[in-house]
């Protein structure tokens, strides 16, 4: 049994709707899947802004944008199904969804105040909206399908806008109430992303949290695979829109895949992995443009599937950007202990992560994300030393397996680097990542040198593969 996740560009229209209903009814003739979408591509952006518009009182504002995702479904399921009837039944309950909304966003502006629980509540109407329509479609076409409130089976804990699973609880619900319906032979169709706590208030795992949930829904059903279904050939060399020439990864490490997710590659949320390898579930990323293309399978034993050696090859450069560097200068480090911890309580306090770091005697330098910045973290952090901040950087990392054991590696680094200006340098302790930061006008030409390193021509085929779209 698989798990097929489809993101948001992959139900983003009537065609991209269609298309997966076909891949979906492919795995139908080998066993009956799990099916977890995400909302239509957009749609949880738009929520976003239409919570916020709410929680600032702009009500006319947050009722346009309400308005504007009502059209869009009613837009879609006219273009999808074809019969009268469904198409008048599937409209009431879009109109449901639209005036739950609208009532939400009516209570918000009364109150005045945009709640984090409040905000889950907004997010949540996406995926709710997608898996409507699409089971539907299903249904229309003949499938045995049935739409299942994910919430019924996904309780979390209550830290909105990042809720966590009650492993027991939801595995015992999974049990329950998901796995006699895929006996029974019907193709469930249910919700990424959301969850609800045990009294029943509505949650989000996080932004790009549907790969999350379909890797938890994989683990507790226990599958054999964890498909998600994207836009692009599978977890690529580099992101394809920054390097035209990005080449598929045939085959990937988990943990080089979960290195690369945190490290920026957008393609997979980073927490996916954890539940896949915990049951060693193979994570296979397909595209929903090109299902015949072999996309990327992560998998705890990569060398089993490819034949090939992997010691010390650089698999796929992640790009952060939108950060800044923080260099804290200060004599009392010299020779002084306690002084990093000192340091790290101060971002701690501010619930700030701190991505790369590099250390001297007498300085430290770390990368945080750009939103985080605020004027009090620097406030505190001035209490320790001299502090300067490059704003307008981005972090590059090249990851691969044992890289740090690998000889040449670092040197075809510096070599391909050359004309770039690097801010700071840093060795991820993992040593699966090599990490450099750099201006940002700097680096799309830092990416593309880099990757025509590693990746141009014939090396390493087998593992990295031309994508499907541009053979
Ligand atoms: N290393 C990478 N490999 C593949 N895609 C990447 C990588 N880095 C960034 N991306 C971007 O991630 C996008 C897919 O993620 P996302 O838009 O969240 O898809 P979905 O809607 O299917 O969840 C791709 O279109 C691609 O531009
Ligand atoms: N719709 C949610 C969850 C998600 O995972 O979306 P996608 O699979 O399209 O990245 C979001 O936009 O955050």
């Not at 997608?130 to 299942?148: R, Y």
């Not at 590659?265 to 296979?284: G, R, S």
């Not at 910045?373 to 590059?396: M, Q, R, Y």
Request: a negative charge; proline letters at 3%.
């Amino acid at each position: 049994m698989a798990v097929m996740k489809f993101g948001g560009t992959s139900v983003g229209t009537a065609k991209a709707m269609r298309q997966a209903i076909s891949i979906v009814a492919r795995e139908e003739q080998k066993a009956v899947p799990l099916v977890v979408l995400s909302a239509c591509s957009g749609i949880t952006n738009k929520l976003v802004h239409i919570a916020d518009a709410s929680g600032r009182s702009a009500l006319d504002e947050a009722m346009a944008l309400a308005g504007e995702v009502r059209s869009f479904h009613l837009n879609l399921l006219d273009e999808l199904i074809k019969g009268v009837e469904l198409k008048a039944e599937l409209a009431i309950k879009i109109e449901e969804l639209a005036s739950r909304l609208e009532l939400l966003i009516k209570g918000v502006d009364i109150v005045g105040e945009l709640t984090e629980r409040s905000r889950d509540m907004f997010c949540s109407f996406g995926e709710l909206f997608s898996t409507t329509v699409f089971a539907a479609a299903m249904k229309e076409l003949g499938h045995k399908a049935v739409w299942v409130d994910v919430r019924t089976v996904m309780i979390t804990d209550d830290n909105f806008g990042f809720a966590r699973p009650l492993q027991e609880v939801c595995e015992e619900r999974v049990g329950r109430l998901i796995k006699p319906l895929l006996e029974g032979g019907m193709t469930v169709v249910t919700q990424g992303y959301i969850g609800s706590t045990q009294d029943g208030r509505t949650t989000t795992l996080g932004r790009g949290g549907s790969d999350f949930s379909a890797a938890l829904l994989g683990s507790w059903l226990n599958d054999d695979a964890i498909q998600i279904w994207t836009d692009v050939d599978g977890v690529m060399t580099c992101d394809p829109r920054m390097v035209p020439e990005a080449r598929s990864i045939r085959v990937m490490t988990f943990s080089e895949a979960a290195e690369l997710a945190y490290l920026g590659a957008k393609v997979l949320h980073p927490d996916t992995i954890a539940p896949a390898v915990q049951k060693n579930i193979p994570v296979y990323v397909l595209n929903s443009l090109h299902p015949d293309a072999k996309g990327t399978i992560i998998t705890n034993d990569p060398q089993r599937l490819s034949g090939m050696s992997y010691e010390g090859l650089v698999k796929s450069i992640a790009v952060k950007k939108g950060q800044c560097i923080i260099n804290v200068r200060s004599n009392r480090m010299f020779g002084r202990h306690g002084f990093m911890n000192e340091l790290f309580d101060v971002f701690a306090r501010y619930g700030v992560s701190v991505e790369m770091i590099a250390t001297s005697e007498v300085s430290v330098s770390l990368t945080v994300d750009d939103k985080c910045f605020s004027d009090e973290l620097i406030g505190a952090l001035k209490a320790l030393g001299d502090v300067d901040i490059e704003h307008g950087v981005s972090t590059i990392s090249v990851v691969g397996d044992n890289l740090r054991m690998s000889r040449g590696v670092a040197g075809r680094i510096f070599s391909a680097l050359k004309d770039v200006n690097l801010r700071m340098i840093s060795q991820g302790a993992s040593e699966i990542n090599v990490g450099f930061v750099v201006e940002e006008p700097e680096v799309v030409t830092a990416v593309n040198n880099l990757h025509r390193e590693f990746f141009s021509g014939p090396q390493n085929e087998g593992i990295f593969e031309t994508p499907a779209g541009s053979r």
